[in-house]
Nanobody
Framework: EVQLQASGGGVVQAGGSLRLSCAAS????????IGWFRQGPGRIREPVSC???????QISKFGQGRFTISLDNTKKTAYLQMDNLKPEDTARYYC??????????????????WGLGTQVTVSS
């Protein structure tokens, strides 16, 4: 069973940075995809950035230049480095994962394996 544990959220002023971590376990191979989604107040959950372990292919839905996804496959831990944060980035950030999917299919709303998320609050 795939399990995900997100951490690293907090309260930060606009222009600040945070690094989120997602520790994963339970994958049956390296053909897994993992990514970050977020849900702000009154909004639907949306993909942020996703990466595939086997080939490093990745997608960033927004935040280019501000958000960077990375993966340490030896630790099965994904990271989201968020720089120059803005108040509109305030949301609960969830990591999600699945196996045997292209990153293009995974990085969209769907019935993935979800962690509990970590709250990011950006004050102006």
């Amino acid at each position: 069973e795939v399990q995900l544990q997100a951490s690293g959220g907090g309260v930060v002023q606009a222009g600040g940075s945070l690094r989120l971590s997602c520790a994963a376990s339970g994958f049956t191979s390296d053909e897994y995809v993992i990514g970050w989604f977020r849900q702000g107040p009154g909004r639907i959950r949306e993909p942020v950035s996703c990466i595939k372990a086997s080939d490093g292919s990745q997608i960033s839905k927004f935040g280019q230049g501000r958000f960077t996804i990375s993966l340490d496959n030896t630790k099965k831990t994904a990271y989201l480095q968020m720089d120059n944060l803005k108040p509109e980035d305030t949301a609960r950030y969830y990591c999600a994962a699945d196996e045997d999917l292209p990153v293009t299919i995974f990085c969209r709303p769907g019935s993935w394996r979800w962690g509990l998320g970590t709250q990011v609050t950006v004050s102006s």
